[in-house]
């Protein structure tokens, strides 16, 4: 059995758009993905890490916890050993009490990765390879996280290619999700849940492309869309 972490936010944990409800595992693109590969013949689980609200290195001023890289390298600990490491942030990086911009937020990706590799895992365990997927544009938010989001759709401009050049630096696989699905004309920000299923279906692919070669020891080589 080969283990998948999944870091994420919203947009992965799988909010339903203008609601405070969640789809089924099934219905979200982690379940998607794990349901593909095992009807591939993968013998994989995807463990989820998603929080709403997550940044890649910045705190919530309103509402704590949402630091994405506090306690990163312990859950790489915890959950080891790992086939794959997925990292899919940065939407939050952009909400209206921040000022960052794409490169900001690449940045902060970056320094993820690098938590990820500088993990205290157990001697002999592989320190996993990462797959950096890069949420899709936001638009114009609308509905009740307007005011989170407003100047969000102008802030994310450049993060594929941003986080392209992180992921060419540091040797990691890439997707860019903006190039399969785009966001909720609900509210701008999220997914729904024909979009869940087409980014499951497709990030199936591109991570069975990737599973034989991380069963084993680490390595690099990247991955573009």
Not at 1 to 10: C, E, F, P, T, V
Not at 25 to 49: Q, Y
Not at 55 to 83: M, N, Y
Request: glycine share 10%; hydrophobic share 45%.
């Amino acid at each position: 059995m080969q283990q998948i972490l999944l870091y994420g936010d919203s947009l992965s944990w799988g909010i339903i758009p203008e609601t405070r409800r969640r789809l089924s595992f099934d219905e979200r693109w982690p379940g998607v993905m794990e349901n593909a590969l095992t009807a591939a013949g993968r013998r994989v689980r995807v463990l989820e890490d998603c929080l709403n609200g997550r940044r890649t290195v910045w705190e919530d001023p309103f509402k704590p916890g949402r630091k994405g890289i506090d306690g990163l390298a312990q859950r790489i600990e915890a959950h080891s050993p790992l086939a794959l490491v997925i990292l899919m942030l940065g939407t939050n990086d952009f909400q209206s009490m921040h000022p960052h911009n794409a490169w900001h937020s690449a940045q902060g990706v970056a320094a993820l990765v690098n938590a990820i590799r500088q993990a205290p895992i157990e001697p002999g365990m592989p320190v996993p390879p990462i797959l950096i997927v890069v949420p899709p544009p936001q638009e114009a938010a609308l509905g009740a996280i307007a005011p989170k989001f407003v100047g969000g759709e102008r802030k994310c401009v450049g993060l594929a290619a941003a986080c392209r050049e992180v992921a060419t630096t540091l040797a990691c696989d890439y997707f860019d999700a903006g190039t399969a699905v785009s966001v909720s004309p609900i509210d701008g920000v999220h997914l729904d849940a024909d979009q869940h299923a087409r980014l499951g279906m497709v990030l199936a692919g591109v991570v069975a492309g990737l599973l034989p070669q991380a069963a084993g020891a680490r390595r690099g080589g990247r991955r573009s869309a």
